[in-house]
């Protein structure tokens, strides 16, 4: 864990190196009560500001035990983010990095999403997605069939941005790299 101590009590993680950069980047701003959909094996849980209370889940049981093992923890548990088992208005922000490409219906979890966070909650999102530039997109369409089949889900070529405002949301931060094709998204329902 990249972290320091500066009290007792509070660790404030530190700029990390490489791709892990692009996730404290995203979670510095996250606080109070957060949900994590699709957390994987856990690579963003070092990165949270202490003011952030996290719920995190998966719907794979076996990543759900994986995540479990690493030091910082969240509260873990498994469940599927198109059917998010919390009353409306449940959080003040929901996470999610690198999953938006694996959800069968997004937009459904995208409904799923906004029905949870509070009036002037936050989604956070560092995703890989359909580049702007047109050369790589057609690249990336031409290999998303055979990328699909041999990471069994992985859409290479989803503008989950377009997904995003389509389901209410407007960007607050938009900030792209390696050619459009990864994209670090803050946005608020309208
Ligand atoms: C590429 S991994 C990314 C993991 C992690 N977010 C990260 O940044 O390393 C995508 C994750 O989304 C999870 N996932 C896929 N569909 C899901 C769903 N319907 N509900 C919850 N998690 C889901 C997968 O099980 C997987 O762990």
Do not use: K
């Not at 076996?62 to 088992?85: C, E, I």
């Amino acid at each position: 864990m990249t972290a320091t101590t500066t009290s007792a009590a509070v660790r404030v993680p530190r700029r990390p190196r490489g791709f892990a950069a692009w996730r404290w980047e995203l979670l510095r701003g996250v606080s109070g009560r957060t949900l994590e959909i699709g957390c994987g094996w856990g690579h963003n849980f070092a990165h949270y500001p202490a003011e952030a209370a996290v719920l995190a889940l998966d719907v794979e049981p076996a990543r759900v035990r994986a995540a479990a093992g690493r030091r910082a923890r969240p509260t873990l548990l498994v469940a599927d983010a198109h059917d998010l088992p919390w009353p409306d208005g449940a959080f003040a922000a929901v996470v999610g990095t690198l999953v938006f490409c694996s959800l069968s219906q997004p937009a459904v979890a995208l409904a799923e999403i906004r029905r949870v966070l509070q009036p002037g909650g936050r989604l956070f999102l560092l995703e890989h997605v359909r580049s702007h530039r047109s050369g790589l997109a057609r690249l990336q369409d031409w290999l998303a069939p055979a990328w699909r089949r041999v990471t069994g889900g992985c859409n290479l070529n989803r503008d989950t941005e377009a997904a995003v405002r389509a389901a209410g949301f407007e960007l607050e931060r938009r900030q792209a790299a390696y050619g459009g094709m990864l994209e670090l998204m803050v946005a608020v329902p309208r």
